[in-house]
């Protein structure tokens, strides 16, 4: 380990748990608790009680806007919808390349956004001049995951609505058919559930991007790929598959069972700051058992069988549902396609990215923590390189 360092190295848990790592007004998560807020708010019951632009401006603003805040900001993000010509025309070559789906096309789509809006890194730029650039980043987010997705089945992109809520217009871009106002409000409480999580991994490369004074794309692009991976956002359709992957109810026991003896973990269960039930888990059940139907039901079932085999087999532990597993459920009653699920939970967390890079952007210290070296011990003299072989 490096000796002439002037500050002691603190020692702290593997994955960082438990580390303050700075100070934050966005939000917290209280896991043993189940409570989760953005600001002063319970998350949940601004998802119950508001609309996704209301929070968004909490988010981005620090407060709740009066009826005519309210509108000019709808009006500000729904002009937004629309993508520049030169992102519209590169989004088929895009989606052909797609390998992993919309989410990781988005990636792609974000940079050429950052292009052609002239995003500039946030080191360079006043706090209004951030402000915009990740309204017009989140604004497009919903035009460019569905434009992405319907290219993908070879059909054409849907032009965005300015008349439609976020949530709606994004159904309706997906579907080209506007929404039932129940499956639109579903969808928009899912998302802002979503929005921020504490310093979850994405949240946190985002941040760390933020922290360089990168540009705003810059962090919203390492933040989505933080967020595909299962262990992050990408379990929903995963979670969704068990359900089937089980089928009846005679089979939910054996099954898990099996899975679980395995060392294999059961997706949509389990939570790494959560060790009460997660409530936006409680929520989404809820809307889940508003629309009724034998899926519903089925995973209402599936969960109480396999919180009681983790508790039998994985005793001392607490692992309950997290939002992964019934969000599967209401999105697919919402009728959004299972390579959908992540690109939504993005479409509501790249709010709270934003949040979080226009936050950390306002503190110039960039986050470098260090790697204890536990290689052979340095140094030792190079090695001549092996001479090379004759007519080589
Ligand atoms: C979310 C998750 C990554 C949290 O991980 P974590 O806090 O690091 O939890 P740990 O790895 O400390 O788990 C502790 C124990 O519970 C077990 N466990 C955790 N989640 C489990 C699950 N879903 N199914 C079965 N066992 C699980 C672990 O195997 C471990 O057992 P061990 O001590 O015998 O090795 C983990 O619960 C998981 O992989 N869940 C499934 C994926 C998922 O739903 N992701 C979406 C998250 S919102």
């Not at 609505?161 to 929404?179: H, I, K, Q």
């Not at 697919?332 to 949040?355: K, Q």
Request: charged letters at 20%; one cysteine or more; proline letters at 8%.
């Amino acid at each position: 380990m490096s000796s002439n360092r002037t500050a002691p190295l603190v020692q702290v848990p593997r994955g960082l748990a438990g580390v303050v790592v700075t100070d934050t007004e966005i939000g917290d998560v209280r896991g043993a608790e189940g409570f989760y807020h953005y600001r002063q708010y319970s998350a949940v019951e601004l998802a119950r009680t508001r609309g996704f632009e209301d929070v968004w401006h909490l988010l981005v603003h620090g407060d709740l806007p009066d009826p005519g805040q309210r509108a000019a900001f709808t009006a500000e993000v729904a002009g937004l919808r629309q993508l520049p010509d030169e992102v519209r025309e590169a989004l088929p070559a895009v989606a052909a390349g797609r390998v992993a789906g919309p989410l990781a096309g988005l990636r792609t789509a974000l940079s050429l956004l950052g292009a052609a809006r002239g995003f500039r890194p946030v080191y360079d730029i006043d706090a209004g001049r951030r402000r915009a650039d990740t309204l017009a980043a989140c604004a497009a987010v919903p035009t460019l995951l569905t434009a992405l997705y319907r290219l993908g089945q070879g059909r054409e992109p849907v032009e965005p609505r300015v008349d439609l809520s976020y949530a709606a217009n994004y159904l309706y871009m997906l579907t080209g058919e506007e929404p039932q106002a129940r499956q639109a409000r579903a969808v928009e409480q899912y998302l802002i559930s979503t929005i921020d999580h504490g310093f979850n991994a994405s949240t946190f490369t985002a941040r760390v991007i933020a922290s360089t004074g990168a540009d705003v794309a810059a962090c919203l692009v390492g933040a989505l790929g933080a967020l595909s991976g299962p262990l992050h956002g990408g379990a929903p359709s995963r979670a969704l598959d068990t359900l089937d992957a089980i089928g009846t109810p005679d089979r939910i026991d054996p099954w898990v069972r099996e899975r679980v003896l395995a060392g294999d973990r059961i997706m949509g269960f389990g939570h790494a700051v959560y060790r009460t039930e997660d409530p936006r888990s409680r929520m989404l059940r809820e809307i889940a058992l508003g629309f009724g139907g034998p899926r519903a039901g089925f995973a209402v079932e599936v969960e109480r069988h396999v919180e009681a085999i983790l508790a039998e087999l994985k005793p001392g532990r607490e692992l309950h549902t997290n939002v992964e597993f019934y969000a599967g459920v209401v999105m697919e009653l919402c009728g959004l396609p299972r390579e959908m699920f992540t690109p939504t939970f993005a479409a509501g967390r790249v709010v709270g990215w934003s949040a979080n890079i226009l936050e950390q952007a306002a503190d110039p210290k960039i986050i470098r923590p260090v790697a204890r070296y536990v290689g052979p011990e340095a140094p030792v003299p190079v090695p001549a390189p092996a001479p090379v072989p004759a007519g080589g």
